[in-house]
């Protein structure tokens, strides 16, 4: 099981570049969306609508069709943890930020270290994009699916035209 799993409904298991993702919807909108860590996937299910649309855009994403998810999203957490995310949903396709810059953009300038707990803790990788968040100098820190998926998510992103 991954972290996250056993909190959400019926998960439909999607085959990504990046490997195999979990989407589950919580009734109102996509509440986890994580990388399957286990050995062999699990089969991939009917899904449910929603998911389904998910898994479109998320594909959409991967061909380099698609910069920004409309599928409706329901994530749970405290309200710095959501405050943070949106902030994280706010940042280009393709950009990045510091720690420190998504800190201030919350209103809460000496808040890096929380920021990074934050986007340790948020339950849609990639539709939440917590990949875009760097280090101060600008290096790999900290991503909770390791730094080689994020290397390859933000260099999918620069391929596909976005950048700084």
Known sequence: MNRGEA????VLYVKCPIGTVGLADDGQGLSRVFLYQGGEAPPAG???PL???AAEELR??????????????????TPFQLEVWQALRDI????TRTYGEIAKAV????????????NHDNPLLIFTPCHRVVGKNGSLTGFACGLEVKARLLELERLHGGGR
Request: with cysteine.
């Open 7 to 10: 909190r959400c409904g019926p």
């Open 46 to 48: 009917d899904g449910t």
């Open 51 to 53: 998911t389904l649309r």
């Open 60 to 77: 959409e994403y991967f061909s380099g069709e698609r910069t920004a998810f409309t599928v409706p999203l329901s994530p749970r957490g």
């Open 92 to 95: 280009p396709y393709g950009r």
């Open 107 to 118: 209103g809460r300038p000496g808040a890096a270290r929380a920021v990074g707990m934050a």
